[in-house]
């Protein structure tokens, strides 16, 4: 991507967040700089709209404690998203939210698939859960902390 295409996103992206989401946005921003640094894992995703092919591109923090992939709604609003549900959810330190769910297609590198979003709100932390590196047929390198092609998938 061009540095005037990142400039531009960077841009649009504070547009969308408004006064209290341009706090967030900078401190996931600090909060994803120590993420590097500390040797999680994060990757950037396309995520789109399988109905008009809408994108956008998604850093996302690959969580395989989380279930779903977890995307600002503002985000998944912008590409035409709609929300199918609603399920609840119990947070790391034990509190229940619900929030809305629907699908999107997500690419990582030469995969992709269609998998269960969640609509997450402003607090909320954007990550790559382990159903969508099921459906993308991939792992997390124990040693390395970067996504590669699964050598082979469970079956009963």
């Not at 341009?22 to 995703?45: Q, S």
């Not at 979003?117 to 099921?134: H, M, Q, R, S």
Request: charged share 30%.
């Amino acid at each position: 991507m061009k540095l005037s295409n990142k400039i531009n996103q960077f841009l649009e992206d504070l547009l969308w967040c408004g006064h209290n989401g341009i706090l967030n946005y900078l401190g996931n921003i600090l909060l994803y700089g120590w993420v590097r640094f500390l040797g999680h894992t994060l990757v950037r995703v396309k995520v789109i709209n399988p109905l008009n092919s809408k994108e956008i591109d998604v850093d996302l923090l690959v969580d395989t404690g989380s279930t779903y992939t977890w995307v600002r709604c503002w985000k998944l609003k912008s590409l035409g998203l709609k929300p199918t549900g609603r399920r609840r959810f119990r947070t790391i330190n034990g509190k229940i939210v619900e929030r809305e769910v629907g699908e999107a297609r997500i690419e990582y590198e030469d995969e992709k698939a269609t998998c269960m979003i969640v609509f997450g709100k402003e607090e909320d932390v954007e990550v790559l859960g382990v159903t969508a590196l099921e459906n993308l047929g991939l792992e997390v390198d124990p040693i390395t902390k970067k996504l590669r092609k699964t050598e082979a998938l469970l079956a009963v």
